[in-house]
């Protein structure tokens, strides 16, 4: 099988996605959220900006913990359902339409890229990246993210935790995802998925019978991500003005090279 090159996304990369993101992971970006809101609290940060918030949930999450927080992404889907949200919920809250390789918003206590962000660039954007986010730093400033680790999901049969079957569904519309992945040494992740969409039957409901569903709308598709050992990143860091002060899993616990599935790395500003 010959396998997508990885490159870095564009900014149209979840169009597609838009519509069901929250659906499929609000409920799992709770564990993430707690444990980043706990480490901006434990280095006393204040100001936080989110150069990769798509639909928001982090910058909801901490504006409603007392942070102060800027929320900026590439794609302007996800950043319409954002602004969308805050509208709802009455919260006045910047949102800006920048990429996390150049947009400059100002210097922040702590800059964080949640769920993956940096997967999605190259190594050599992710660099870029990383020049970027020194520069919305003030000194010492924290950059917080999360990825993959590399070590575990090369490990037996790891791998296959990746594998999902989603189902959820909203007032008038039922999502399905349907995902498995694969993986080489260097680091890239393929991820192949199978979307099922359906709406439901304009006709409602009928002589008690209960509303049914539209034909589905069915569409495929491939994704890479680049993901790296902990010994990568404080490399890649270290080389890009930055020094790691800790890293560990996504619920706060102790980090295990071949067993911790996703590292939650701190790195400050040198």
Request: hydrophobic share 35%; aromatic share 8%.
């Amino acid at each position: 099988m010959k396998l997508p090159p990885h490159q870095s996304a564009k900014p149209s990369h979840y169009n597609k996605e838009a519509e069901s993101y929250d659906a499929f992971n609000e409920a799992r970006s709770v564990l993430i959220n707690s444990t980043l809101e706990k480490i901006l609290k434990k280095y006393n940060v204040n100001t936080v900006l989110d150069l990769t918030c798509g639909t928001g949930s982090q910058v909801f999450w901490l504006i409603k913990c007392g942070f102060g927080v800027v929320g900026s992404d590439i794609n302007a889907k996800m950043l319409k359902i954002a602004q969308d949200k805050a509208k709802k919920e009455k919260l006045d809250l910047q949102f800006i339409k920048g990429d996390m390789r150049t947009v400059h918003v100002g210097e922040f206590d702590a800059v964080i890229t949640i769920f993956n962000a940096i997967g999605h660039l190259t190594k050599a954007d992710f660099e870029k990246a990383l020049h970027n986010i020194h520069r919305n730093l003030k000194n010492d400033g924290l950059y917080i993210f999360d990825i993959a680790n590399l070590n575990y999901f090369l490990q037996g049969n790891n791998i296959c935790d990746l594998t999902i079957d989603w189902v959820t569904v909203t007032d008038d519309t039922r999502f399905r995802d349907i995902q498995y992945s694969i993986i080489d040494t260097d680091g890239t992740l393929t991820f192949y998925t199978t979307s099922i969409v359906q709406k439901r039957a304009s006709a409602g409901l009928a002589h008690g019978v209960q509303m049914g569903y539209e034909k589905p709308k069915i569409t495929k598709s491939a994704q890479t991500l680049q993901i790296y050992t902990a010994d990568q990143l404080k490399e890649l860091l270290n080389k890009n003005g930055f020094k790691v002060i800790e890293q560990c899993g996504i619920d706060g616990s102790q980090f295990v090279e071949d067993e911790t599935d996703r590292i939650l790395t701190v790195a400050q500003k040198q």
